[in-house]
């Protein structure tokens, strides 16, 4: 299946999906699960951390059910720091709502995980997030604890240290939205 | 005045010098008790679930600003890792213990954080500043909004465990500015908002 189907336009009649996320487990991909499932285990499962909440309103729906699907794919709670949001730099794309902090993986917080746990943890995350995007809105810019990445320009060592050293307390994923020039 | 009242009036004042000096005494105890605590805390060289107990547990001291002191303590060495940036390798526990102060925490580590006194914990065989076991601890829990993702030239950022006294100045600076702007995150494990709300909300999130 197409895992950039949207939910809400496709359901699937049989619920086929992954038994343990809540499926009736006749297939092992969560892209299969219909939205029913997905919302469910979304409540469940995923954790706004963001002190005085954020704005998930306009947060890039690709985005989103990537967030969701890898939670779903990995068996994990994820706990969401930032999304919709002003005061975050321009190029983050927080304010457009194109990008999605996360800080904790099973109520756990990055920063409260030694180093080597938290660059492997969140790299896994971050991974499987991106897997779930489609090709035309893949991440522009991939900060974890322990990796940097972006598109947009080269990078030098000292902006990846510094990057890195800003992000030791979550993942920071932003899409350039469909349509964009990548 | 008759005889009884006079007996009694003596006996009130005997009886209250008698307490004031029970307590003068038993406050010098205490006192006395506190000051060895803080010899032997001081003495000590702490590993970090020691120094988070302790503080935990209520010392004489301001348990926050405990834990301040107690980075200076705390045995270790900074090491390059394969990303290029700097692992402790060390009992990280006293690290994560400033997190429970939230905002508090945040405001004692960027105090602390221009301190180029040498902490116990080492780099390449020397002694970090004090102000990087607080910037350590800092970046574990908080980080400015509007650099996070373009950090540039902003100085809040130490490339390594080996700042200089301007370097430590200046990014104690560059974080005083983003608490006197409220333009930092703490980052939470606790939940702040109901996902349920907007997952559901028709016309959100999956339409």
Redesign the interface.
């Given at each position: 299946m197409d895992p950039t189907r949207n939910p809400l336009s496709y359901s699937d009649p049989f619920g086929l999906c992954p038994e343990d996320v809540g499926g009736d487990g006749k297939t092992d991909k969560v892209t299969d699960c219909p939205r029913e499932v997905m919302e469910k285990w979304a409540t469940s499962h995923i954790t706004i951390t963001a002190r005085g909440g954020t704005d998930f309103d306009g947060i890039d729906p690709d985005l989103w059910n990537a967030v969701v699907w890898a939670s779903m794919e990995l068996r994990v709670s994820l706990g969401i720091s930032g999304a919709k949001e002003g005061g975050h730099s321009i190029e983050g794309r927080h304010a457009v709502g194109g990008a999605v902090d996360i800080n904790t993986v099973n109520g756990v917080r990055f920063g409260a995980m030694p180093f080597d746990i938290a660059a492997n943890v969140s790299g896994v995350v971050a991974r499987t997030i991106s897997s779930f995007l489609p090709e035309n809105n893949k991440p522009i810019m991939i900060y974890t604890p322990g990796s940097a990445f972006r598109t947009t320009r080269p990078m030098t060592a000292e902006q990846r240290a510094k990057l890195l050293q800003m992000h030791r307390t979550h993942i920071h994923i932003t899409v350039p939205g469909r349509g964009a020039q990548q | 005045m008759n005889h009884t009242s006079i007996a009694a009036a003596l006996f009130i004042i005997v009886l209250s010098g008698t307490l004031v000096a029970g307590c003068r005494e038993a406050r010098s105890v205490a006192s006395q008790e506190e000051a060895d605590l803080q010899r032997e805390f001081e003495r000590a060289p702490l590993d970090g679930s020691d120094a988070a107990a302790s503080a935990i547990a209520g010392s004489p001291q301001d348990p926050l600003a405990l834990l301040v002191d107690s980075l200076a303590k705390i045995p270790g060495e900074f090491e390059s890792?394969s990303?290029?940036?700097f692992?402790?390798r060390g009992d990280?526990t006293l690290f994560?213990a400033f997190?429970q102060y939230a905002d508090s925490a945040v405001v004692a580590l960027v105090e602390c954080l221009g301190n180029s006194s040498p902490a116990r914990a080492t780099y390449e065989g020397r002694p970090v500043p004090i102000g990087y076991m607080c910037y350590s601890a800092l970046?574990?829990?908080?980080?400015?909004?509007?650099?996070?993702?373009?950090?540039g030239d902003?100085p809040g950022?130490?490339?390594n465990p080996a700042p200089s006294a301007d370097e430590l100045r200046a990014a104690q600076r560059a974080w005083e500015e983003v608490i006197a702007q409220d333009?930092y995150?703490?980052?939470?494990?606790?939940?702040?908002?109901?996902?349920?709300r907007?997952?559901?909300?028709v016309g959100?999130?999956?339409?």
């Amino acid at each position: 299946m197409d895992p950039t189907r949207n939910p809400l336009s496709y359901s699937d009649p049989f619920g086929l999906c992954p038994e343990d996320v809540g499926g009736d487990g006749k297939t092992d991909k969560v892209t299969d699960c219909p939205r029913e499932v997905m919302e469910k285990w979304a409540t469940s499962h995923i954790t706004i951390t963001a002190r005085g909440g954020t704005d998930f309103d306009g947060i890039d729906p690709d985005l989103w059910n990537a967030v969701v699907w890898a939670s779903m794919e990995l068996r994990v709670s994820l706990g969401i720091s930032g999304a919709k949001e002003g005061g975050h730099s321009i190029e983050g794309r927080h304010a457009v709502g194109g990008a999605v902090d996360i800080n904790t993986v099973n109520g756990v917080r990055f920063g409260a995980m030694p180093f080597d746990i938290a660059a492997n943890v969140s790299g896994v995350v971050a991974r499987t997030i991106s897997s779930f995007l489609p090709e035309n809105n893949k991440p522009i810019m991939i900060y974890t604890p322990g990796s940097a990445f972006r598109t947009t320009r080269p990078m030098t060592a000292e902006q990846r240290a510094k990057l890195l050293q800003m992000h030791r307390t979550h993942i920071h994923i932003t899409v350039p939205g469909r349509g964009a020039q990548q | 005045m008759n005889h009884t009242s006079i007996a009694a009036a003596l006996f009130i004042i005997v009886l209250s010098g008698t307490l004031v000096a029970g307590c003068r005494e038993a406050r010098s105890v205490a006192s006395q008790e506190e000051a060895d605590l803080q010899r032997e805390f001081e003495r000590a060289p702490l590993d970090g679930s020691d120094a988070a107990a302790s503080a935990i547990a209520g010392s004489p001291q301001d348990p926050l600003a405990l834990l301040v002191d107690s980075l200076a303590k705390i045995p270790g060495e900074f090491e390059s890792n394969s990303v290029g940036t700097f692992s402790f390798r060390g009992d990280e526990t006293l690290f994560n213990a400033f997190y429970q102060y939230a905002d508090s925490a945040v405001v004692a580590l960027v105090e602390c954080l221009g301190n180029s006194s040498p902490a116990r914990a080492t780099y390449e065989g020397r002694p970090v500043p004090i102000g990087y076991m607080c910037y350590s601890a800092l970046i574990r829990m908080a980080y400015p909004t509007a650099f996070e993702d373009s950090p540039g030239d902003w100085p809040g950022v130490l490339l390594n465990p080996a700042p200089s006294a301007d370097e430590l100045r200046a990014a104690q600076r560059a974080w005083e500015e983003v608490i006197a702007q409220d333009a930092y995150r703490i980052a939470f494990d606790q939940a702040f908002q109901d996902v349920s709300r907007v997952a559901l909300g028709v016309g959100g999130r999956w339409s």
